[in-house]
T-cell receptor
């Protein structure tokens, strides 16, 4: 059974700092990995999607990398801002693209202090 | 472009009452899901559907029923609500194409007294 772990569970940084959020998974047979952002009381917003054949994806100040063989993904946030404060979740889809087997990590709660 | 829309957004029920949550997506997605999110428990899959007329159980299906009569709609029903079903419910959908990207609704907060 796929297990997805996100460390740390919570992180507090001063504004302007570059930071890395980690996502690890136990089964490397994945189809894709997706990073989400969730603001308090809101739904999940997709940030980046990395296919299994890709090494990284970038969107603005965000960069997500994928190392399938070691079962790791990182989300790099450059020059953090208070507006980046949210919970970040990663989710893994298995290699057979089975619709029911998406596995989520527990999330990292990020606070960026002005 | 509405994406995934959930109704209602908030609801308070008494124990034993029934209700239905509606999820609608306008992206022609085949797969649709219902999750619940509870503090310290993360996202847990309740039921899912891989196409019109199909449904299947997820991780925590007890106490819930679902229907997918139309491709764009996925309904989640509580026949006899219990306090343990107090939660935030999220609907999601995804395509079966190359990306498999998952899209979420805004959530429905349900309180059972």
């Amino acid at each position: 059974k796929q297990e997805v772990t996100q460390i740390p569970a919570a992180l507090s940084v001063p504004e302007g700092e570059n930071l890395v959020l980690n996502c690890s998974f136990t089964d490397s047979a994945i189809y894709n990995l997706q990073w989400f952002r969730q603001d308090p009381g809101k739904g999940l917003t997709s940030l980046l999607l990395i296919q299994s054949s890709q090494r990284e994806q970038t969107s603005g100040r965000l960069n997500a990398s994928l190392d399938k063989s070691s079962g790791r993904s990182t989300l790099y946030i450059a020059a953090s801002q208070p507006g980046d404060s949210a919970t970040y979740l990663c989710a893994v889809r298995p290699s057979d693209n089975a619709g029911n087997m998406l596995t989520f990590g527990g999330g990292t709660r990020l606070m960026v202090k002005p | 472009n509405a994406g995934v829309t959930q109704t209602p957004k908030f609801r308070v029920l008494k124990t034993g009452q029934s209700m239905t949550l509606l999820c609608a997506q306008d992206m022609n997605h085949e797969y649709m899901y219902w999750y619940r999110q509870d503090p310290g428990m993360g996202l847990r899959l309740i039921h899912y559907s891989v196409g019109e007329g199909t449904t299947a159980k997820g991780e925590v299906p007890d106490g819930y029923n679902v229907s997918r009569l139309k491709k764009q709609n996925f309904l989640l029903g509580l026949e006899s609500a219990a306090p343990s079903q107090t939660s935030v419910y999220f609907c999601a959908s995804t395509d079966t194409g190359d990306t498999g990207e998952l899209f979420f609704g805004e959530g429905s907060r349900l309180t059972v007294l």
